[in-house]
């Protein structure tokens, strides 16, 4: 009997230590969980500061109004903005549209067979295309064989091409979350099924689809490669003509012809440069692109978190 | 027509031309959709039809075999392996970053974090993925580059390492999203069950729901490496734009996708070989991604069905 006892001490001893040994793993491996996503977010907040510092002798009004110019002292980014804004307008107005009614079309049209699986896995395989090969794309196509040259046109479309998966993808997860009821309602009182889409199911995915646009849009802020790829030009000292001007018709298009440059290209072709001056300019259009596409995606993250605490169907 | 329209009643008449109109609306939508299979279509075309002049002045097996990739000098070669080289090895360094990062990262979240922690980290992440690549780059270029010059001071400017590391930063969020979604989709009963045995977290997270969630952690690997392959400015920017065969992290090399930027920024003359050479190199890198593209998306579906 003693002896058994003994050994049944030594048994528990045993596996006491095995307990200790492996909730001491749990607290490890938790700890080194926790320091590498704590790693993550300040590595995210030193690349920012580090911009901001680097670059913050550039930070005044100067740098907004001024063209890009041979002296890094003088140099600015006024063309550059102006570019990524008008380039902007076009991939919006055509992204949006498009994107949107795929995405209505594949969640509430497409009857399920083979036409809506081959639309559903070009969209999946398009989110995955490198965003080079649609500046390949825009070169042969939009450049050479459709002839619009190395316009504004030409970058807000290869552009709205990177958004178009984007923005279908999030209506159709909007769309999705729509409870059949809703629906139902409206067809029992006579609506036809563009109204059910267009007054119920597309308000009620209001939120999610713009939550989509807007992630494209900060996406298509930053996008360089495709745009160097269309042949736009690093170093432009006039803007495109303006789109409002006081005669009428009061809008033109010929911006949409006109050559350009865009944020991200400018502070690629600062970082080119030997020289540390430029480097400083290269830093000042980094902070700018990091706050417009940080606000971006804040905002929509902000957006969709509101989205899913207010709405319960 | 006249007579025709004056048999059906005003309501009736209402309704055709409704119906029409659904038709019409119907129609404008299918096009929409139809746009994503258009472009796929003209992606393939065009990388197709550009560079099939190319390969009537190359040979595939030049092409494929050849180790110097020398298109602007006098004597001009065309073998696409230095940039197959330079993209496996920048790839090959960022995954060594990314893969234990994002996984850690991955099982954390989906099984020790908290519910406060999770809303507070995933933001985070996503801001991660929305960080513009250009930008990447300039870190790579002048503060990871010159981080390593301290520990290892024959370092060029330009090499594979800095932009790896950087790029391995980059992809962790990635990793880290499919990974944590995979290993979400396990059934709560398979972790109550090991539970009960009297398992710890880490052993539950490690033997179970990790085996149970391989196919999903892979895919997130072979997506991992998808990008990878097809990032451009972080390494047109920093590991240089000279095409050199090397497998060795700390020389300067250029990928396929530094490559058409860098003929890009210089004068494209329409039609010269240089051109299509672009477009030859842009065919083989949409290869390579659609594969692992393909390979990731069948692996995720293949296994989901099981439990």
Redesign the interface.
């Known amino acids: 009997m003693a002896i058994s006892n003994k050994k049944t001490d030594k048994d528990l001893n045993v596996i006491r230590a095995l307990i200790k040994k492996?909730?001491k793993?749990?607290q490890i491996?938790?700890g080194?969980?926790?320091f590498?996503?704590i790693s993550?977010?300040i590595?995210?907040l030193v690349?920012f500061l580090?911009?901001v510092i680097?670059g913050y002798p550039k930070m005044n009004l100067d740098f907004f109004s001024n063209f890009p110019s041979r002296k890094p002292e003088g140099a600015g980014i006024l063309s550059a903005w102006v570019g990524s804004a008008l380039v902007l307008v076009v991939t919006f107005f055509v992204a949006v549209?498009?994107?949107v009614?795929?995405g209505?079309?594949?969640e509430e049209?497409?009857k399920k067979g083979w036409f809506a699986d081959?639309?559903e896995i070009?969209?999946?395989?398009?989110a995955?295309?490198?965003?080079?090969?649609?500046?390949?794309?825009a070169?042969?196509?939009f450049v050479?064989?459709f002839g619009l040259g190395t316009s504004v046109l030409t970058a807000g479309l290869t552009l709205s091409?990177l958004m178009?998966?984007i923005v279908?993808v999030s209506t159709r997860e909007a769309i999705r979350a729509i409870p059949v009821h809703i629906r139902e309602a409206a067809f029992a009182v006579g609506a036809?099924?563009?109204q059910v889409t267009l007054h119920h199911v597309l308000q009620y995915a209001m939120g999610g689809v713009l939550t989509g646009i807007i992630?494209g849009m900060?996406?298509a802020?930053?996008?360089?490669?495709p745009v160097?790829?269309?042949?736009a030009l690093?170093f432009i000292a006039f803007l495109p003509p303006s789109p409002v001007n006081d005669v009428a018709p009061f809008i033109n298009f010929s911006w949409l012809e006109a050559g350009f440059t865009v944020l991200?290209i400018q502070?690629?072709n600062w970082?080119?440069r030997p020289e540390h001056a430029f480097?400083i300019n290269?830093?000042a259009t980094?902070a700018v692109?990091?706050v417009l596409?940080?606000f971006?995606?804040?905002l929509a993250?902000k957006l969709r978190?509101n989205i899913r605490k207010k709405i319960k169907w | 027509m006249v007579k025709k329209k004056s048999n059906i009643s005003p309501a009736l008449a209402k309704n055709i031309r409704?119906?029409f109109?659904?038709r019409i609306?119907?129609l404008?939508?299918?096009f929409?959709?139809?746009?994503?299979?258009l472009?796929?279509f003209?992606?393939v075309y065009?990388?197709v039809?550009?560079s099939i002049p190319f390969f009537e002045a190359v040979t595939f097996k030049e092409f494929l075999t050849s180790t110097v990739w020398t298109p602007n000098f006098e004597i001009k070669n065309y073998g696409i392996l230095p940039l197959v080289a330079g993209t496996l090895t920048i790839t090959g360094v960022a995954l060594l970053v990314a893969v234990p990062?994002g996984t850690?990262?991955a099982?954390?979240?989906s099984e020790?974090?908290s519910h406060r922690?999770k809303e507070t980290?995933k933001?985070?992440?996503?801001?991660?993925?929305?960080?513009?690549?250009?930008?990447f780059?300039?870190?790579a270029?002048?503060?990871v580059t010159p981080l390593l010059q301290k520990i290892y001071p024959d370092l060029s400017t330009f090499n594979m390492l800095g932009p790896g590391i950087v790029m391995g930063?980059m992809i962790?969020?990635y990793i880290a999203s499919v990974a944590e979604d995979a290993m979400r989709a396990v059934p709560m009963a398979m972790r109550e069950g090991s539970y009960a045995m009297g398992a710890?977290?880490?052993?539950t997270?490690v033997s179970v729901v990790m085996p149970a969630a391989t196919s999903g952690i892979v895919a997130a690997y072979i997506?991992a490496i998808?990008r990878g392959?097809?990032?451009?400015?972080i390494v047109?920017?920093a590991a240089g734009q000279q095409p050199n065969f090397t497998f060795n992290p700390v020389d300067s090399a250029a990928t396929i996708?530094a490559y058409?930027?860098s003929v890009?920024?210089g004068d494209?003359e329409?039609g010269g070989i240089g051109y299509q050479s672009?477009?030859a190199a842009?065919i083989t890198?949409?290869v390579m991604?659609?594969s692992l593209?393909?390979l990731g998306?069948w692996t995720r579906n293949k296994f989901t069905e099981r439990y």
Do not use: C
């Open positions: 492996h909730k793993n749990d491996f938790a080194i969980g926790f590498i996503i993550l977010a590595t995210l690349l580090d911009l680097d549209p498009m994107g009614a795929a209505i079309y594949l049209y497409a081959l639309i070009n969209v999946a395989n398009l995955g295309v490198p965003s080079i090969i649609y500046g390949l794309l070169l042969g196509l050479y064989e091409l178009l998966p279908i036809t099924k563009w992630i900060a996406r802020i930053g996008e360089t490669a160097i790829t269309i042949g690093t991200p502070m690629f970082i080119s480097h290269a830093a980094g692109i990091i596409t940080l971006m995606n804040g993250i978190y | 409704r119906n109109l659904e609306i119907e404008v939508l299918m929409s959709g139809l746009i994503a299979v472009i796929t003209g992606i065009i990388l039809s550009e990062l850690i990262t099982v954390y979240l020790f974090a922690v980290v933001p985070i992440l996503e801001l991660l993925v929305g960080v513009p690549t250009v930008v780059g300039y870190f270029l002048l503060l930063i962790v969020p710890t977290r880490f052993q997270a997506l998808s392959i097809g990032e451009t400015m047109a920017i996708t058409i930027v890009a920024l494209l329409h672009i477009f842009g890198l949409f991604t659609l593209n393909i998306q």
